[in-house]
């Protein structure tokens, strides 16, 4: 049997999933063939629907598996005749695989790349680079498809030269053409120079791993003790917290007691008054009897002889003193109990502003070291000073992001076809703001604020304006006053403030302050707080055309 039709032959029953000649063969219902261990791994990587790897028709069940003795046959007699399965190094190369580039017809995986050739080789057409003299100065390294890469581009010469001036691989051609007289070296001496950097870079991250290692288990011990304390801690309040329930429901239980008590003896009371008063009825009754009949008597003598025996009718004791108060009788008492309650809700109140900070301010990692204390001159300042950079994803149509996204103008017409139209005039920064942070940013217009905000800012309703909200603080700065903003409450100073105002942010310490720098810095307002979040600094221009904020470098 010829070559070409042993390739043939081969690429016919070859499995599609081992890329080998097939093994037991067995045929699917759609009438695919392949390895029996193969299609049962295949399937078993699948759940309820079974499906062929080449058509993708699926089976519902599993199909049985029977092997297919025709073919098996077929493949051991090609196998007699001299066709061989490939072995398991010369493997077919994938779409991932880089292939070799002298295989003919389906090509093998590609072991090594020639870098003096530029050329991919499999085992079978590497093997004159081992054999052959002519081919032992020749550099062999991992397959790689990214071989053209090192052919210039000008010269169509492979680039073994490194130009130092201008950082980039060259040549012969290119070091005594455009790049004559620059610093070249050979690129295999570059690096190696290169090469002792890594490995002092390498040892500096392998150090600093282990470094970060260590503090992750340590962090880690970190969470387990906070969340072992928070759990003690909520299990302790649900203690104290139920007894406090369980007190105010003994009292509202005595309560309810007494009211209940204090029913059955009034009610109890009235009864009895309302007895003797249905005696005095029926006493009553009974002498309106006798007096009518009287009263119908015709005989003068007997009437006159019993009129004298009728005792003369007394006055009553209790029908004056009664006083009828529907619904009433206990009011007393719902006052009582309602003080009491707003008692306890100004009581809650108060201690609540001694609870709260002590939860959010348990300090889980190290504060700034005490060597360390706030900054007080601008060199001080200066030490902490960060770049700050504009995200033009996060600005209003007629904001101009420029002077490489440091600087924002208002113009009078839309520099951008973004869907921000809603927001109000304000931009966010790129930077994340943790720890210790200082910038500066030069102003000029009517209005211009000066913030900081967190990143879930609301952007696109009324409140989302920084300093008219929970999630930000801003300072309003205009020609002749300055106001510091958050959640709508206003403190306004008429003063002259510098063009250039230093923010300085301690997001640990829960420290912003806001300085006017000169010749000297002068503080214009400091804020004590808890910040939850990182935070980002912001700008909001007012409504005159023109307003400018410029986020200096600091040096």
Known sequence: MSQQGNQIDEERFSCSICLDLMTDPVTILCGHSYCM???????????NIHSCPQCRKTFIPRPA???????ADLIEELKKTGLQAAPADHCYAGPEDVSCDFCSGRKLKAIKSCLFCLASYCEKHLQPHLDEVAFKKHKLE???KNLQENICPIHDEVMKMFCRTDQKCICYLCSVDEHRGHDTVLAAAERTERQRDLEESQQQI??????REKEVKLLQQEVEAINHSADQTVKDSEKIFTQMIRLIQKRSCDVKKQIRSQRLTEVSRVKDLQKEFKREISELKRRDAELKQLSLTEDHSQFLLNYP??????????SSSINVR???????????????TDKLKDILRDEWTNISPTVTHVDVLLPEPESEPEPTSRADFLKYSCQITLDPNTAHRRLLVSEENRKVRLMEEPQSDSDHRDRWFQVLSR??????????????????YVAVA???????????????????????????????????????????????????LDHTAGVLSFYSVSESMTLLHRVQTTFTQPLYAGVWLGHAVGDTAEFCKLK
């Open 309 to 318: 025996s009728l005792p003369p009718l007394s006055e009553s004791t209790h």
């Open 37 to 47: 261990k193969c299609i049962q791994g295949f399937w078993d990587g699948e759940e």
């Open 206 to 211: 392998q150090q600093r791993i282990q470094d």
């Open 431 to 448: 930077e994340t703001l943790t720890g210790r942070c200082y910038w500066e940013v030069e102003w000029r217009g009517k209005f211009v």
């Open 65 to 71: 598996l029977v092997k297919n003795t025709m073919l």
């Open 454 to 504: 967190y990143e879930n800012i609301i952007r696109s309703e009324y409140d989302s304006r920084f300093g008219f909200n929970d999630k930000s603080w801003a300072l309003s700065l205009s020609p002749d006053k300055f106001s510091f903003l958050h959640k709508e409450i206003q403190t306004t100073t008429l003063a002259r403030v510098s063009s250039r105002v230093g923010v300085y």
């Open 142 to 144: 991992e397959p790689s």
């Open 326 to 340: 529907p619904l009433r009788y206990f009011e007393d008492v719902t006052a009582a109990v309602s003080e009491l």
